[in-house]
Structure formats: structure tokens, C-alpha cells
């Protein structure tokens, strides 16, 4: 199977790119942006040395369906999707936080929990709750975004008086991520998820908030399965999830976290094919659809430049 790991296009007006973990982007006069999803796959802030067949595609596809979605919210980026991984949409400036927005105790929020810290950027968390524990209503907990390294813990008020964002546009942000999550939330559960907690990035163009990037896909957010949840709960067994923590356990399985001194476990074809096939399962499960392979018999990349150029010479 075929996996597009690498990108290098020039498209007429193109001002600049740039390539990401997983995803390429293009300036295009500083108008347009076109976002490749490919199908490099990233854990513990490192891209792993093989591609996953159809990735890309599924994660464009899904973020795709959310925006439209949710374009009654909120304005947001997204013009066309002119390839199956590939959206082309308005270029924002972008603000520098990403907003995350948690609905149950888990992940790295119960990491920290569990060591004492009763505080998560700037809110507070009522005394003994346990793992995968719902909270009373969801919970912003923003993050700055950096250019290495992981992203940083934030509070409300932190981001207002270091002036990343204003106290008026901020307000307007933080709505937008509650009613976005509510609405995402709600799609879930008619596919019997549980949506547990995502991120949003937003930005500005012409004085205008839209939102920009992926939204509700297995890689910006988690999802739990919500026949089970309750009596998993009860008894303190792990939630059956959807999200790509699976890659990160079997890395971890593997010895390998980006520590020092660890090397990286061999990818092979059987396994980039099982995760490839997780992906799908992902996709089916979240939009309620079959997904359908785009498959290419000849070069992923020549289809992608000839249906970008296409449309970026009708508009």
C-alpha cells in the first residue's frame, strides 16, 4: 500500500511552506492556505520512520465533515477539500494558543490529579475524584503554543495580561470552544461515543475569529466508547477508547518514549497496515460512514498537485 510521506510542491502564487509533524502547508499569496494531510503519523512529539496507508485522508475527511458541521457556530477556515487529503482554505493569523477543552478527568489532567495538583490552568478541581471521572460541566484548559518542544499549561488569566490574546477576543474564543464541544458532544453520541475532551486553534483575518485546523479528529481529541463506560467506571478498568493512544502503547511496549538512549522499534509492513486499518475503524465509528479508499494506482502526489491546481485555477 501506498503512503504519501513527503511533499514538495509549487503551486502558482506560492509564497512559502510548511511541513509540520504530520501535515504540509502552503501559502498561497498570502491569501490561501492549502493543508496536506499525509500520512506521516507522530507519538511522543517524534514522526515515526514509516507512513500509514490512508491517514491523511481519514483525518482530512473527518475534519472536513466537523467543519461543516459546525460552520452555523462559528466562521471557520475551510473553502474546499479539492482532494481527499487536502483542504484549501482562508490563511488567518493564527493565535498562539490552542484551546482545550475537557469534559472527563483522563489523560494527562489525571496524570497530573493524581499527583496532588488540585489546579489545572488556573482551574480548580473538587477533591477526590478518580480516574475517567466525569467533571461537573467541561473545562478549558488552554495551552501556549510553542515552536519546539511540548506545548505549555495557561491560564485565562495569564493569557489576558501576558497579552497573548485580548480579554475581548479571548471571551469570544472561549465561547465559541464550549458551543463547538457541545455540538461535537452531541454528535457523538448518536454514533455511541463519548467525546471526552479536543482542542481548537483560532485565528484572525480582517478582524473577523475563524476556526482554523482540524477539528474532532482521533488525533486532536479522545473518544470513548459510551456502551460500558459507566460500569468500566465503577470498577476502575481502562475506558475502550478511540484516539491514536493505541500507537503511543505500543510504542511504550516497545521501550520507547523519546527518552534518552532509546531507539526506535521497527515499523513494519504488517503493523503500518494494522493502524492503517485502526484509522478506518476510527473514521467509521466517528462519522457514522463507510470510508472509501482513495486508491492510486500511480503517483499520490501528481493526483494531489493536478486537483489542488485545478481548483486554485477555477477560483
Known sequence: MQALTKTDFRFDKQKSVYHGKVRDVYNIDDDLLVMVATDRISAFDVVLPKGIPFKGQVLNQIAAQFLDATCDICPNWKLATPDPMVTVGLKCEGFRVEMIIRSILTGSAWRAYKEGERELCGVKLPEGMRENQRFPEPIVTPTTKADEGHDLNISREEIISQGVVTAEDYTVIEDYTRKLFRRGQEIAAKQGLILVDTKYEFGKRDGKIYLIDEIHTPDSSRYFYADGYEEKFEKGEPQRQLSKEFVRQWLIEHDFMNEPG??????????????????????????????????ENGDISARIERNVKAYLASR
Not at 521497527?266 to 465509528?285: G, M, N, W
Open 262 to 295: 532509546q531507539s526506535m522499534p521497527e515499523i513494519t509492513d504488517t503493523y503500518a497496515k494494522s493502524v492503517s486499518d485502526r484509522y478506518i475503524e476510527l473514521y467509521e465509528h466517528i462519522t457514522g460512514q463507510k470510508f472509501d479508499k482513495a486508491i
